[in-house]
């Protein structure tokens, strides 16, 4: 009665075996055509005595599923956290270089207008450890070392503090000015009552310190240098249109107040008003002597300190604010990069990889 199914269909169950057989899963199952309700895709089978005859029942029956492949779960990558904290250590690392090369620019320069070396290589040896401490983020963030990373956010927090305090100073000691017009003259004079206390008790208040800064500036040949320009100065106007340095102005001629006469950048004769300042009587025609002993002498030398500073503080200003920013931007990327971690441990199971 089931012969149209087909001819090779046996019509006992006896002696019958089944060979499974199996479908990629790439490729679809096909559906019965013979009767579309055995379709894999249909879980209701028909209740007939009939269906074990039935070749798509049999498919149905024989196949059997490849039990699934779970691969183990792989390590996941490094925190996108991580790399942004990465990057920005390495721009600390990079703001950090001007700091310690202006600490080594301050320490290293030589001369008349580097004879007082104030404050020169507390400020290199802050910049080498601002230096050494953003390396040591740096590495921590690449290779994800979080202790590393602890250590390094103290660290630089306690040097940003001490550079903020530096600067703070510098700034408060370099303010006040102790030039003031000449009269009818292109450069200044220099006075101590127009520094900070601070530096004119550095100047003043140690006379065996100045005597060590009044060697060095004689010695440094910068009133010899503008002495044999003497032949550069045809008549005196020509002298007073000149732009000289404070260290030139305070030590290499008398104060303008004398109404001394000119001779040479470095010779002055018959004071108008000796009694107009004190270092009048301080001046001498002589090489050596000059107005080293005056105190416009050594206003002068704050003057090119001052200098010194200003220059040295812009950069530092700079270099600071961009730390600061980093080291804050810094701080919000650790974080992140910590919150993540944890969710990643949970996530794996607490799994050491």
């Not at 200044?188 to 065996?208: E, F, K, M, N």
Request: glycine fraction near 6%.
């Amino acid at each position: 009665m089931h012969a149209a199914v087909g001819s090779n269909v046996p019509t006992s169950l006896e002696n019958t075996t089944y060979e499974p057989f199996f479908y990629p899963k790439s490729r679809p199952f096909p559906t019965c055509k013979a009767n579309p309700s055995l379709s894999p895709t249909n879980t209701t089978l028909p209740h007939s005595p009939h269906s074990l005859s039935d070749p798509c029942f049999q498919s149905t029956r024989t196949r059997i599923d490849p039990p699934p492949i779970h691969s183990p779960p792989r390590r996941p990558a490094m925190a996108v956290s991580n790399n942004i904290t990465a990057c920005i250590n390495f721009l600390v690392l990079l703001c950090t270089v001007p700091i310690a090369a202006t600490g080594v620019w301050l320490a290293s320069r030589h001369g008349g207008a580097d004879c007082a070396r104030l404050a020169r290589w507390p400020v290199a040896a802050l910049g080498a450890l601002l230096l050494l401490v953003a390396l040591a983020g740096f590495a921590g963030a690449y290779w994800n070392r979080r202790g590393l990373l602890a250590c390094y956010l103290f660290a630089m927090a306690a040097l940003v503090t001490l550079l903020l305090a530096l600067l703070v100073a510098a700034f408060a000691a370099a303010h006040a000015s102790g030039a003031y017009p000449a009269p009818g003259r292109a450069y200044d004079d220099y006075r101590l009552d127009g520094y900070s206390s601070w530096l004119r008790a550095y100047v003043a208040g140690d006379p065996a310190r100045w005597e060590g800064i009044r060697a060095c500036v004689a010695a440094s040949g910068t009133c010899g240098k503008l002495a044999a320009d003497s032949s550069s100065f045809i008549v005196p106007e020509q002298f007073y249109m000149t732009h000289l340095s404070p260290i030139q102005s305070g030590c290499c001629k008398p104060p303008t107040a004398c109404g001394f006469a000119y001779v040479s950048p470095t010779a002055w004769t018959s004071p108008a008003s000796p009694a107009a300042d004190a270092d009048c009587a301080a001046w001498s025609n002589d090489p050596a002597q000059l107005c080293y002993g005056c105190a416009s002498c050594k206003a002068g030398v704050l003057g090119e300190l001052r200098g010194e500073w200003r220059r040295a503080n812009a950069a530092l200003l700079v270099a600071t604010v961009a730390l600061i920013f980093l080291y804050v931007v810094g701080c919000s990327a650790f974080r992140n990069a910590q919150t993540e971690d944890l969710f990643r441990r949970y996530k794996w199971g607490n799994n050491n990889y």
